[in-house]
């Protein structure tokens, strides 16, 4: 089939080139966000998928919109068979989903109807589920609500962060949509509508989303530092700063230690929550780089008894008192 592929970021990418090779398929073009700026100088830089698809010599196409008249009139003239996509980033008008005859079939890393929505992977993770995967399904104007093609399931480990999990996905996400690319073309694969029941969704995480709620169980603590990693960073306060925080170690013990109260062991940093102590394992002071914790405690002289800031200060125990 003469394929339009639409993704942007590092996440795409693992599909763009799974299609790109294939035998039975042709990426005619790809379509992808404007350049946007980053690093230090703010300079703008075009997406993963554009980079990868310039360096195949795949035509480009980069819509402020997807309904610009100049977009639409080029999608026309390419006229693919179908639009495969991942993680492209914006809405897709009417006018746009009914140019390939085939429709526009997107690769969403969830088992759907289950998180429905732009953060199926960390909201998986946050909500403690022992399983997820990927699904391909026919894009319609609802939210991910399409019938689906076909899925993949991944077992969720209990050190993955978000990346970890993404990045598995991203790998057998793209065997899948390849195949769902087959059978649209040999007509071996029909959509099934997907369920009434079992619908969950994912919304964007905002970064205060990602702040640690010491007061809240280990466990779920935990998650959300999983969950939050790489992005956008889990993050609490200490002394009025912001410190972010990678992976942490739940332990068996209850908490002898107070909501966010922070205890030194030579290289070890336990911290309390509404059950179990946490062990930190990276830590990122403001305006620093990311260090082990023992290097971050002995730097700052962490003081005993002294303690991260709450997310809701009322709900915080006085000094001195465990959780039990």
């Known amino acids: ?52 698809a310039e360096e195949a010599g795949i035509e480009v196409l980069k819509p402020r919109r997807p309904r610009d008249p100049e977009f639409l009139e080029r999608l026309a003239r390419i006229a693919p068979d179908c639009c495969p996509v991942v993680a492209y980033g914006a809405l897709l008008p009417r006018v746009a989903l009914d140019v390939p005859r085939h429709g526009w079939v997107n690769l969403h890393f969830s088992l759907l109807p ?10 998986s993770l946050m909500a403690g589920d022992a399983v997820t995967g990927a699904s391909t399904f026919q894009i319609e104007e609802g939210l991910d609500s399409g019938p689906v093609y076909g899925v993949v399931t991944e077992e969720i480990r209990a050190t993955d ?11 057998s996400g793209a065997g899948l949509l390849a195949a769902t690319m087959d059978g649209i073309e040999d007509g071996s694969l029909v959509p ?3 369920p009434a029941e079992g619908v969950s969704l994912a919304p ?13 169980p280990a466990l779920r603590v935990d998650r959300v530092v999983r969950g939050c990693t790489p992005a956008p960073g889990a993050w609490t306060v200490l002394r009025g700063e912001r410190v972010k ?12 230690l107070a909501p966010g109260e922070i205890a030194v062991q030579k290289n070890t940093v336990r911290v309390g929550t509404g059950s179990h102590e946490v062990v930190l394992g990276e830590v990122q002071a403001q305006g620093k780089k990311r260090m082990s914790a023992g290097d971050w405690a002995r730097g700052h002289r962490i003081e005993a008894g002294e303690r991260f800031e709450p997310a809701d200060p009322a709900a915080l125990p006085a000094s001195g008192e465990g959780v039990k």
């Open 245 to 256: 925080l990678g992976p942490v170690r739940p332990t068996p013990e209850r908490a002898e």
């Open 204 to 216: 964007k995480i905002n970064v205060e989303d990602a702040r640690v709620d010491w007061t809240a």
């Open 1 to 52: 089939m003469r394929l339009v592929f639409a993704g942007t970021p590092e996440v795409a990418v693992p599909a763009l080139e799974a299609l790109i090779a294939s035998d039975r398929h042709e990426v005619a073009a790809v379509v992808t966000r404007p350049d946007a700026p980053a690093g230090r100088g703010r300079r703008l830089v075009a997406s993963p998928v554009a980079q990868r």
């Open 114 to 123: 289950a998180w429905r929505g732009a953060a199926p992977v960390q909201h």
């Open 161 to 171: 962060t978000s990346g970890d999990l993404l990045g598995r996905l991203a790998q």
């Open 192 to 194: 099934v509508a997907q």
